[in-house]
């Protein structure tokens, strides 16, 4: 069987037996990995520490019938100390690999991975709040999925926007006509937050108050999980926007 190289970030680990870890990956030209790192939990062990979630490393590994072997691994990245710190940060970064991890193998894409590569650095240097940094992440991730949100036009007639609700259901943003009763009102301010988040515009993203970007990290969470099929258990845990430390 041959081997390989790639960039990875390592999105979660699992147990296996008394010494051995099967590690999840987010590679850069190989998709989604999973693949055994042995020995990794003994004291002794060259690249344990590379294998930890949030890390980004250069590996190499053995191509296995069901499950592939790590050799070697290099560290790229070392964003797992500065993130696992702060609880914003930490649960933040949880929220962002759990979501990776819940895309299908065809969207696993090289611009996938340096999103979050880019992510988890932006986490781990404290450039902005934790909860922006995600939300901003989130939306990301699902325009490259394709699952992009409407956020002028009406995302189910195309009406000219700008519109005020919300839906997820229905791709984003939607006009009067087409929203249904109960939707969720979308403010001019909680409209342009998304937009900049969206652009990565952080200047206006820095300056929104924390009433607003609490609004649209609700909208965010709710387009997130609509569109990845399953709830992001991390989401719970993910402090609200003022309750952030930079």
């Known amino acids: 069987m041959p081997t390989y190289r790639d960039e990875v970030v390592v999105l979660r680990t699992h147990k296996l037996g008394e010494a051995d870890r099967i590690v999840t990956l987010l590679s850069r030209r190989h998709g989604k990995l999973r693949a055994v790192a042995k020995g990794v939990r003994r004291t002794s062990s060259r690249f344990g520490a590379r294998l930890e979630p949030f890390m980004v490393a250069d590996v190499q590994l053995y191509q296995g019938r069901s499950l592939d072997i790590v050799q070697q691994a290099e560290s790229i990245g070392s964003y797992g100390a500065d993130i696992a710190v702060h609880y914003d940060r930490y649960t933040s970064a949880h929220a962002m690999v759990e979501a990776a991890d819940r895309l299908n193998e065809a969207e696993a894409t090289p611009q996938q991975y340096l ?67 109960g939707s969720a009102r979308l403010d001019a301010q909680t409209a342009g937050l998304l937009r900049s988040l969206m652009a990565g515009e952080w200047d206006d993203v820095d300056a929104a108050t924390a009433g607003t970007g609490a609004a649209a990290s609700g909208l965010i969470a709710a387009y997130a999980q609509w569109h990845l099929e399953r709830g992001i258990r991390s989401l719970a845990h993910v402090s609200a926007p003022q309750g952030e430390n930079r």
């Open 115 to 181: 999103l979050l590569v880019g992510g988890l650095r932006a986490l781990s240097k404290g450039e902005h709040a934790s909860r922006s940094i995600l939300d901003s992440y989130l939306l990301r991730a699902m325009a490259l999925s394709g699952w992009a949100p409407s956020l002028v036009e009406c995302a189910r007639c195309g009406a000219a926007g700008p519109h005020d609700a919300f839906v997820a259901q229905l791709g984003g943003t939607v006009c009067r006509d087409c929203a249904p009763t």
